[in-house]
C-alpha cells in the first residue's frame, strides 16, 4: 500500500478510537472501537510484514489458556 494510504487509516483509526471515547452509548463506542481496530489492523498486516506477524504470533502462543494454572487464584476455598 501506498504511505499517504497507511497515514490516512492510521489517522482514521485514531479518529475513530478518540469519537468512541468520548460516546456514551456503549453499543456505539464498541462499534467505533472495532472499525478504528480494523484500520490499524490493515494498516499493520496489508503490508506484507512478516517480522510483524510472526511476532504477534508469539505473543499469541505465550499468553495463557482460560486453563492456565497462571491464571488460578491463589487464594484456598473458602476464604472469600
Known sequence: MPWWLDLLLLLLAAGL???ACENRD???ELLLKMLGAVALAVVLLGGRQIV???VVLAVALWLPGA???RLASRRPP???
Do not use: I, K
Request: glycine share 20%.
Open 26 to 28: 456503549d453499543v456505539w
Open 52 to 54: 510483524l506477524e510472526l
Open 78 to 80: 473458602g476464604a472469600g
Open 17 to 19: 478510537w478518540g469519537a
Open 67 to 69: 486453563t492456565s494454572a
